[in-house]
Nanobody
């Protein structure tokens, strides 16, 4: 079964940056490069929300609350999707998870201190 493993979370001060990675395993190259990859986040006590996605052709979509601050990218040869997060705000605190099709990763914690 396909597995997704996120990394790169941590504690950072407001205004700082983090780069999240999500690596897929047990998936063929042909499949990985053909799917849309998405980052979600869930803040404490809140619903999970879509942060950004990237299609197989490289088209990017961002939620309004991260436009201009976050950048999603993918490296198909590394079976990896990235989320570069700049100018972080305490409101960005939460568990960030990647999704491929119906498969979810376990998430990585991002905590932004004020």
């Amino acid at each position: 079964q396909v597995q997704l493993v996120e990394s790169g979370g941590g504690l950072v001060q407001a205004g700082g940056s983090l780069r999240l990675s999500c690596v897929a395993s047990r998936v063929t190259f042909a499949l990985f490069r053909s799917v849309t990859l998405t980052w979600y986040r869930q803040a404490p006590g809140k619903e999970r929300e879509l942060v950004a996605s990237i299609t197989d052709s490289g088209s990017e979509y961002y939620a309004d609350f991260v436009k201009g601050r976050f950048t999603i990218s993918r490296d198909n040869k590394r079976y990896t999707v990235y989320l570069q997060m700049n100018n972080l705000d305490p409101e960005d605190t939460g568990i960030y998870s990647c999704k491929m099709g119906k498969i979810w990763g376990q998430g990585t914690q991002v905590t932004v201190s004020s």
